[in-house]
């Protein structure tokens, strides 16, 4: 019989560099290999499963929604779309009242830059140093990885003004007549979990209003109570004129959204944006489900707490490791930095083999985005376990 890697060498296009691990089964935070292996899974879809894999709150909302009523066209109105965007407003920054749906956080951001472009009626767009926005054209346009848009620079829109994530003088200095938006992750995720200073977000909200310019916050990552608040914008008093999610949203399930102020979301009418999937019946009600649970278990105010003690954990780990450089992040969105790639990757490797799932993005800061139900004794096996590897691998 063909294996799964090979069968996926031979049949899907080669985009992933994956990790020798075939995933076939989740509970909770556990997850299980083809072989019967388990795992601690610390990835969690890349903060995807914020509910842990298969919560019966999740699967159940699916399987009575798929067994009901799975898609219709948006020409008709669609309840659980319309109930989602109700309780979205309820846990959104203040001010975020309207919701679009679609299928990813690219996608998200690709809306919310239209709607941007749209309402002010300006072309140009200041997005970050270290950024993350998504691999659709407009949106790794706003992506800073050269890497990621070098081969494709004839698709992508010449319409972004990159200044280094934290300086406020680089945005207003690079804030011109014809400056739309500005496109910010309040946490940088994929850039390597960076926290900006305290007063950056509220003086690019301060810039952003003198200069007629809409504040775009990102929250594909750091939404959904991921950051110990339902929103990591909320950490510093800021209020977005639109924001994106996508991840933990549907726990799993495919699903995007942009939030968007009232007045902004009406610059969209009808026949100005769409997406044949977006908010179908079978994707919002799993993130009515996702969204019900996370309030019922106050899981924004799990993960600040959770997360306080997974980083003094890892604050005392890094105490006794040389090769730890750096520990930061808030909540359940937590980054060591290592001394080089070549130790994160090896690390990675060996918390697999131990029974621990982890990545590394920016090539050497170790992430941990746990399902939001993680608890303590998790933290504490994984510690242990990163003691042992650090203690290996650090010489
Ligand atoms: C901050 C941020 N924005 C956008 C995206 C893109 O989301 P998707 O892969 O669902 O298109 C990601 C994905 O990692 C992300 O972290």
């Avoid at 989740?26 to 997850?31: A, L, P, S, T």
């Avoid at 140009?124 to 949106?139: L, Q």
């Avoid at 010449?158 to 280094?164: A, H, L, S, T, Y």
Wanted: proline share 4%; net charge positive; aromatic share 8%.
């Amino acid at each position: 019989m063909v294996s799964i890697p090979e069968l996926d060498r031979r049949y899907v296009v080669q985009t992933y560099k994956r990790q020798p691990l075939v995933l076939v089964e989740g509970r909770g935070m556990v997850v299980k290999d083809d072989r019967g292996r388990r795992y601690l899974d610390f990835v969690g879809g890349i903060a995807v499963c914020s509910l842990g894999h298969c919560h019966p709150a999740l699967t159940n909302a699916i399987a009575v929604q798929a067994k009901k009523l799975i898609h219709v066209s948006n020409l008709y109105y669609i309840g659980s779309q319309a109930e989602l965007a109700a309780l979205l407003a309820r846990v959104a920054p203040r001010g975020i009242d309207k919701f679009f749906f679609c299928n990813s956080g690219g996608e998200a951001n690709e809306g919310a830059l239209k709607l941007a472009v749209k309402h002010v009626g300006r072309e140009r767009v200041i997005a970050m140093h270290g950024s993350f926005h998504g691999r659709t054209a407009v949106t790794v346009g706003a992506t800073w990885k050269v890497a990621y848009r070098e081969p494709f620079a004839a698709l992508i829109p010449k319409i972004f003004d990159f200044v280094p994530f934290g300086d406020l003088a680089a945005v207003e200095h690079a804030m011109g007549e014809k400056t739309a938006a500005v496109i910010v992750e309040p946490i940088q995720g994929e850039g390597g979990v960076n926290v900006p200073y305290d007063d950056y977000l509220p003086g690019l909200r301060k810039l952003c209003d003198e200069h007629g310019v809409l504040l775009i916050l990102d929250e594909v990552q750091t939404g959904m109570g991921r950051t110990g608040k339902w929103f990591a914008c909320e950490h510093w008093g800021v209020e977005p004129d639109i924001v994106t999610l996508a991840k933990a949203l549907g726990g799993g399930f495919p699903i995007g959204c942009l939030g968007a102020r009232g007045e902004v979301a009406k610059s969209f009418s009808a026949g100005d944006h769409a997406s044949t999937f977006g908010g179908n019946p079978l994707a919002c009600a799993a993130a009515k489900a996702v969204v019900q649970t996370m309030i019922k278990l106050k899981l924004p105010q799990h993960a600040a707490k959770t997360g306080d003690y997974f980083k003094k954990r890892l604050t005392e780990l890094a105490e006794n490791h040389d090769c730890v450089r750096d520990v930061r992040g808030r909540g359940l969105m937590l980054g060591v930095e290592l001394s080089s790639k070549e130790l994160a990757d090896k690390v990675v490797a060996k918390a697999m083999r131990a029974g621990f799932l982890i990545n590394a993005t920016a090539d050497k800061v170790l992430r941990f985005v746990p399902p939001l139900i993680v608890e303590r004794r998790h933290i504490d096996r994984l510690i242990n376990a990163l003691d042992q590897i650090f203690g290996e691998a650090c010489k």
